[in-house]
Each structure stands twice: as structure tokens, then as C-alpha cells.
């Protein structure tokens, strides 16, 4: 039997005229996944995309893992093809989906038959087909909602496909369809995941990482390629952009009123991601900032922030609480190494009582009291690190 793998669009059906344009770009991302684990056939038919084996060295498995994270899949499945006779779908049926059948109680089958001259009509194929699978598994019965499995048949023109379960894709739109933008990407639980949702969106994303040695360690540098590692395997390849920031921060801190100090710094490090983000062009950048959640992140706070540069600025947690940001943290793979205990520089210099109602007004007071910072953040932006980050090389680190 030959097995090839099914993924099933999602959102990409009802874009309409400029729907070729996402499975073009659909395409091109799971032929560039798959192109490590030998020869692959990416191609589409009607609302589905693809992936063909076309020699026994093809890792089917990890080829099947990969596609589950690209987004602009709402569902895939295995199958294989036969030739078109009845007799020969039985039977293939029986080989291919006996084992799980055997574990089932109750089961279906669906057929759809796009060529019109199999001399069977789907309700004939589904009829016999379960009668026979019937014969071969007595235990089982027949359940047309909901059942353990439903045995999928589908006549095409090139021959029978006979899907096996389905699984849940990654939805979404696909990568790089809505833009770039540029996630700030801390070490903390929430900024990983917001990348996540925001590529879910099509964003293309780049990533920026505020580093203060020496009282933020390598090893939360180490921290943070790790999650960008883990985050790549749903959003693609990217570069982290690390930027030297001891300098600024200690001048915030040494001329500025200590209950300011964090949304300064905050204010800062937009400026500094702005500088970088027109660099390379993206159209927004992104925050992993949960309203209320700490004392930067109320209304009056975040308003102050936004007003430090002019790229539309992203939060897609706004509205989530921390249980739901673990629970995709979880989901993701980026909860482990969230949780390991080494600061970054958002959590360094933090005043015991910061103002969680700042205004704009005194805001900028105390910025004009501190001439010096733009000097210090363009310098920062300067002498920015690049560090190129692989999918298919996912950052190993040992904690």
C-alpha cells in the first residue's frame, strides 16, 4: 500500500478570488518542511492539499507531525490509494484500517465519488463497503453520529483514497499571507504564546530579546533561543534580534521616578523594536501584555506605551487569563522551558510600588529629564545581535 497524507484547508475556502494566493503559499510551506524527509509530492485537489511519497525512504511519520503545525490546515489524515474496483477497495480497506477497527465499537462509512463513471453511487459504496467490513469485524456496529471511526472513501479520477482517522490541524491562516511583524519575545510564558496566535494569523514573524549583563545571565539568553527554536516549528524560519540593553536600563533607573520606571523601560524597548522593525519592514509588532495582569499592563499604562513609536502594536493575550495562556503554553511545547527560573530584564529594577496610572503627561516630564536615553537606545539598536533561528534545527539547550 502506498500512504499519503491529507490536510484539509480551513479558513483559505472562503477567501475567493484570493484563495490560489494562500494555497500557493500553503504549498510552498509544506514542500519546504518536507524536503529533509525525502522526496515528497505536494500538490492540490478540490479543497484538500496533498502530500505523496514517491519512494520507500520518505519518513511518512515525521512528514505527518510537520504538516500538523503548519497553519492553514484545519484537519489531516493518512490514506491510501488503490485502484478503482470494489473488490480491491474492500480489501484495502480491510489491510489498512482492520487494526483500528478491531479497537473500535462502532463505526461509518462516507463516500464521495467525483468520478461520475464508477458505476457505484456513494450511497451504494458506503452500503457495501460497511456490510463488508462488517463480515470481518462482527463486533462492531454501525452508529451514524458520532461513531469511534469513520471509514472515508473517496472515488477520484486518479483512483480510491481510503482515509484513516482524521486529527485536528493547527487552523489558521498560512504563514507570511498577512504580513511580518516583530514579537518581543521575553523568556516568560506569555510571549511565546502570542506568537503563536498571531502566526496562526498569517504573520510572518521575527523576534527581538531585551539583554542586561550582567544581571540577566546567558543562560536566559540560552532560555530565549530555545523558545524561539520551539516556536519556529509552527511559524518558520526567523531571526532573533538581541539587543544590548544594560545601558538604557540603568539610565532609566538612575534618572527616573522609580513608580515610572517600568513604563519607561517599556517605552523604551518600543522605540528601540520600532527602529529595528522599519529596518525590516514589518507592520506591527507584537506583545505577549494580558490587561491588568501586572502593573505595566493596565489601560493607563498601555496607553502610555503605544504612544513611544508609531507600528500598530499587537496583544492577542489582552483578554486572556494566565490559565489560558498556560494551557497553550502547553499545547505549544514552550511551558517547560518558560517555567525554567532565569530573569530577564523586564523583571530586574522593578520599584516595589509602580504607578498603575500613569499619565502621558508625566510620562514625558520624566523622559525630558533624560536627554541622554535616545543616544543610549540608538546605540542599543546598533549593536543588535542577529541569530538565525531553523525549524528544521530546533535550539537544544541544557538546563
Same mark, same amino acid.
Given at each position: 500500500?502506498?500512504?499519503?497524507i491529507?490536510?484539509?484547508?480551513?479558513?483559505?475556502?472562503?477567501?475567493g478570488?484570493?484563495?490560489?494566493?494562500?494555497?500557493?503559499?500553503?504549498?510552498?510551506?509544506?514542500?519546504?518542511?518536507?524536503?529533509?524527509?525525502?522526496n515528497f509530492?505536494?500538490?492540490?485537489a478540490?479543497?484538500?492539499?496533498?502530500?505523496?511519497?514517491?519512494d520507500?525512504?520518505?519518513d511518512v511519520?515525521?512528514?505527518?507531525?510537520?504538516?500538523?503545525?503548519?497553519?492553514?490546515?484545519?484537519?489531516?489524515?493518512?490514506?491510501?490509494?488503490?485502484?478503482?474496483?470494489?473488490?480491491?477497495?474492500?480489501?484495502?480497506?480491510? !489491510?489498512?484500517?482492520?487494526?483500528? $477497527?478491531?479497537?473500535?465499537?462502532?463505526?461509518?462509512?462516507?463516500?464521495?465519488?467525483s468520478d461520475?463513471?464508477?458505476?457505484?453511487n456513494?450511497?451504494?459504496?458506503?452500503?457495501?463497503?460497511?456490510?463488508y467490513?462488517?463480515s470481518k469485524h462482527?463486533?462492531?456496529?454501525?452508529?451514524?453520529?458520532?461513531?469511534?471511526? %469513520?471509514?472515508?472513501?473517496?472515488i477520484?479520477?486518479?483512483?480510491?483514497?481510503?482515509? /484513516?482517522?482524521?486529527?485536528?490541524?493547527? /487552523?489558521?491562516?498560512?504563514?507570511?499571507?498577512?504580513?511580518?511583524?516583530l514579537?518581543? $519575545?521575553? /523568556?516568560?510564558?506569555?510571549s511565546?504564546?502570542?506568537?503563536y496566535?498571531?502566526?496562526?494569523?498569517g504573520?510572518?514573524?521575527?523576534?527581538?530579546?531585551f539583554?542586561?549583563?550582567?544581571?540577566?545571565?546567558?543562560?536566559?539568553?540560552m532560555?530565549?533561543? !530555545?523558545?524561539?527554536?520551539?516556536?519556529?516549528?509552527?511559524?518558520?524560519?526567523?531571526?532573533?534580534?538581541?539587543v544590548?540593553?544594560?545601558?538604557?536600563?540603568?539610565?532609566?533607573?538612575?534618572?527616573?521616578?522609580?513608580?515610572?520606571?517600568t513604563?519607561?523601560?517599556?517605552?523604551s524597548?518600543?522605540?528601540?523594536?520600532?527602529?529595528?522593525?522599519?529596518?525590516?519592514?514589518?507592520? *506591527?509588532?507584537?506583545t505577549?501584555?494580558s490587561?491588568?495582569?501586572?502593573?505595566?499592563?493596565?489601560?493607563?499604562?498601555?496607553?502610555c506605551?503605544?504612544?513611544?513609536?508609531?507600528?500598530?502594536?499587537?496583544?492577542?493575550?489582552?483578554g486572556?487569563?494566565?490559565?489560558?495562556?498556560?494551557? %497553550?503554553?502547553?499545547k505549544? /511545547?514552550?511551558?517547560?522551558?518558560?517555567?525554567?527560573?532565569?530573569?530577564?530584564?523586564?523583571?530586574?529594577?522593578?520599584?516595589?510600588?509602580p504607578?498603575?496610572?500613569?499619565?502621558?503627561?508625566?510620562i514625558?516630564e520624566?523622559e525630558? *529629564?533624560?536627554?541622554?536615553?535616545?543616544?543610549? #537606545? *540608538?546605540?542599543?539598536a546598533? #549593536?543588535?545581535?542577529?541569530?538565525?533561528?531553523?525549524?528544521?534545527?530546533?535550539?537544544?539547550?541544557?538546563?
Open positions: 500500500m502506498k500512504e499519503i491529507v490536510a484539509y484547508q480551513g479558513e483559505m475556502t472562503l477567501k478570488l484570493n484563495r490560489g494566493t494562500f494555497e500557493a503559499v500553503l504549498a510552498k510551506s509544506m514542500k519546504y518542511r518536507l524536503k529533509d524527509l525525502g509530492k505536494v500538490y492540490k478540490q479543497s484538500c492539499m496533498y502530500a505523496e511519497p514517491m520507500d525512504n520518505c511519520d515525521a512528514a505527518f507531525d510537520r504538516i500538523s503545525k503548519i497553519f492553514g490546515i484545519i484537519r489531516l489524515s493518512r490514506s491510501v490509494v488503490c485502484d478503482k474496483d470494489f473488490d480491491t477497495i474492500c480489501k484495502t480497506a480491510e !489491510e489498512y484500517l482492520g487494526p483500528t $477497527l478491531r479497537s473500535c465499537k462502532t463505526f461509518k462509512v462516507e463516500a464521495k465519488r461520475k463513471k464508477f458505476p457505484m456513494s450511497p451504494e459504496i458506503c452500503r457495501e463497503l460497511g456490510a467490513l462488517l462482527p463486533h462492531l456496529r454501525v452508529k451514524v453520529k458520532d461513531p469511534d471511526l %469513520v471509514v472515508m472513501v473517496e477520484r479520477d486518479f483512483g480510491a483514497y481510503i482515509h /484513516g482517522p482524521k486529527f485536528p490541524g493547527a /487552523g489558521g491562516l498560512p504563514v507570511g499571507t498577512s504580513g511580518r511583524a514579537n518581543m $519575545l521575553s /523568556g516568560g510564558l506569555d511565546p504564546v502570542a506568537a496566535y498571531m502566526a496562526r494569523r504573520l510572518a514573524l521575527h523576534h527581538i530579546h539583554a542586561s549583563p550582567p544581571y540577566t545571565s546567558e543562560r536566559a539568553r532560555k530565549v533561543e !530555545e523558545l524561539a527554536g520551539i516556536i519556529s516549528q509552527y511559524t518558520g524560519n526567523c531571526i532573533l534580534y538581541v544590548p540593553y544594560t545601558k538604557p536600563q540603568e539610565y532609566i533607573r538612575d534618572h527616573a521616578p522609580a513608580v515610572l520606571f513604563v519607561l523601560m517599556r517605552r524597548m518600543m522605540r528601540i523594536a520600532s527602529i529595528i522593525g522599519h529596518e525590516i519592514d514589518v507592520q *506591527a509588532l507584537i505577549g501584555e490587561l491588568a495582569q501586572v502593573a505595566s499592563q493596565t489601560a493607563w499604562a498601555l496607553a506605551t503605544d504612544s513611544a513609536q508609531d507600528i500598530p502594536i499587537l496583544r492577542p493575550l489582552i486572556l487569563d494566565k490559565t489560558e495562556i498556560v494551557e %497553550v503554553a502547553r505549544i /511545547g514552550t511551558y517547560e522551558t518558560s517555567i525554567q527560573p532565569y530573569e530577564d530584564c523586564c523583571t530586574i529594577f522593578t520599584p516595589p510600588h504607578k498603575t496610572r500613569p499619565t502621558l503627561t508625566e514625558l520624566a525630558a *529629564a533624560m536627554p541622554g536615553l535616545a543616544e543610549l #537606545e *540608538a546605540q542599543a546598533a #549593536e543588535v545581535e542577529r541569530v538565525r533561528i531553523r525549524m528544521d534545527q530546533p535550539q537544544e539547550v541544557e538546563f
